[in-house]
């Protein structure tokens, strides 16, 4: 297919900063402070390494755009950075707000004079620059990819710290709270009417649930907030899809580009095939993990209840294509419901598979695992992506990669995970792309740097990029080929 798009990937808080005159600092996300918290470091929530060590994408993006020029790419997805644009609040600026009849958002009306007023609230050297990042990338001839929330967010809408502490307290409570909603949704549309000439495709977001799960359901694993709160965890979930649906009709209002959101589908596979509760176990894993934002945007089906009587609501149906961020599976088995909130909540992660294994060894179904302790499992990909695809709009492979300093398991990893891409087109599934995590190694969010994605490893003291050359030429001569 020669109008097959293959990329690389890279996230503002990953990549970013990094100068050596701390000139282009973001201190005013919910994740510098997170990393930063002395708490956090001593009790290993966190790694202790800062982000404004890392790899300089900031200064460097010229060097990094022709780096993946040369390895024949024909796109780049980036995010544009909420915290970077409007580092103070948005509230003061007014726009309409329409609710249904279960008091849910239905529409956002941002005005001209709404617009010119965020213009004046706007870091005007922070829009600039991303203004000459994305015109070099289209004078390179890339079809550029643009997400407006991976992960992040400004700490005026989330102090994880604060809301830590004091949940009931705090009024920066992230996705928990509905006026969060619509400062996004002025963000979208900002962005939309500044950058819009520049970007072919738009995503709202990146992984939504891993906000959920990692940060509300999950609090010892380094992901702010870092609390057990299952009511606050079903709160995230309705408030991003109406986020996303609302913001979806504010970029359109500026442009026809594509609008998607990026998933991180996980195909779950029952530990015993033969046990009907560990089927049962993989079954509601999929319909929480995978089902709930597919069925919601795609077919304006939504579980406002997560009790598995979702409703029909026609104005959160906004969704042109499907990212599949993918990396490995999960296998699971049965256990009784652990949240009052969250009935379908039935399932765990079998250790060794999947997330679960050790670094650098082997799974019980022996796959190597790589330095993240992540099994290598290419099927999985041609799984969650037909998945995604279950729902009649085209999916790109928005991430996929894998953590290996020594560059061991990646150009294998690379050739069989764009196998299952060409036996996905072979069976007429819609997958119209590919991009690679990562270009570069970057910040790898609790884990610092210790872990390593890149296709060009980066000295974090000179900031030179160095190639991982069986990696690098792998996936210049899987790109050269194509998959058909």
Not at 92 to 105: A, H
Not at 141 to 158: D, R
């Amino acid at each position: 297919m020669s109008n097959f798009i293959w990329g690389v990937v890279q996230s503002a808080f990953q990549f970013e900063m990094g100068d050596p005159l701390r000139r282009n600092i973001d201190a005013r996300s919910d994740w510098w402070h997170w990393v930063r918290d002395p708490f956090n470091i001593k009790n290993d929530l966190v790694s202790g390494d800062l982000p404004e060590e890392g790899i300089n994408n900031y200064e460097l993006y010229e060097i990094d755009h022709r780096l993946a020029k040369d390895l024949g790419l024909n796109a780049y997805q980036l995010t544009i950075e909420w915290s970077r644009i409007f580092p103070c609040p948005t509230w003061g600026v007014e726009v309409k707000v329409e609710r249904d009849s279960y008091g849910l958002i239905k529409r956002v009306k941002v005005p001209k004079e709404a617009l010119e007023e965020l213009d004046g609230l706007a870091n005007r050297r922070e829009v600039l620059h991303y203004l000459a990042v994305l015109k070099n990338l289209k004078k390179l001839g890339f079809t550029t990819f643009v997400t407006l929330n991976h992960q992040t967010l400004p700490v005026w809408v989330h102090d994880p710290l604060w809301t830590r502490s004091d949940f009931e307290g705090s009024r920066a409570r992230g996705w928990v709270d509905e006026r969060n909603i619509i400062e996004f949704v002025k963000f979208s549309a900002y962005s939309a009417w500044k950058f819009s000439e520049l970007v072919d495709f738009w995503a709202t977001f990146d992984e939504p649930m891993v906000t959920v799960e990692l940060g509300y359901l999950a609090p010892y694993v380094g992901w702010p907030p870092g609390i057990l709160n299952p009511k606050a965890a079903k709160k995230v979930i309705i408030n991003q899809m109406v986020a996303h649906a609302r913001a979806y009709d504010a970029i359109k209002e500026h442009t026809k580009a594509p609008v998607g959101i990026i998933l991180n589908i996980i195909p779950a596979y029952p530990l015993n095939p033969h046990d009907a509760r560990d089927v049962k176990a993989a079954e509601n894993y999929d319909y929480f993990h995978n089902r709930l934002f597919l069925e919601a945007l795609n077919r304006g089906r939504v579980d406002l209840e997560l009790d598995w009587n979702p409703v029909k609501i026609p104005h959160l149906e906004r969704n042109d294509w499907v990212g599949n961020n993918y990396y490995t599976r999960e296998v699971v088995k049965w256990t009784e419901p652990r949240f009052e909130e969250l009935p379908m909540v039935t399932f765990v992660g079998v250790e060794g598979y999947g997330y679960s294994g050790n670094p650098n060894g082997v799974s019980p179904d022996n796959n190597p695992t790589s330095d993240f302790g992540w099994e290598v499992y290419p099927k999985g990909l041609y799984d969650s992506t037909a998945e995604g695809a279950e729902y009649g709009r085209p999916v790109y492979i928005t991430e996929n990669g894998v953590a290996d300093s020594k560059d061991i398991l990646r150009p294998r990893y690379i050739i069989e995970h764009v196998e299952e891409v060409k036996r996905l087109l072979e069976n007429g599934i819609d997958v119209r792309g590919y991009f690679h995590w990562a270009l570069t190694d970057n910040y790898e969010w609790a884990m610092g740097f210790k872990i390593r994605f890149g296709l060009y490893e980066v000295d974090m003291i000179t900031k030179e990029r160095i190639p991982r050359r069986n990696s690098v030429e792998t996936y210049r001569k899987v790109v050269r080929e194509g998959v058909e």
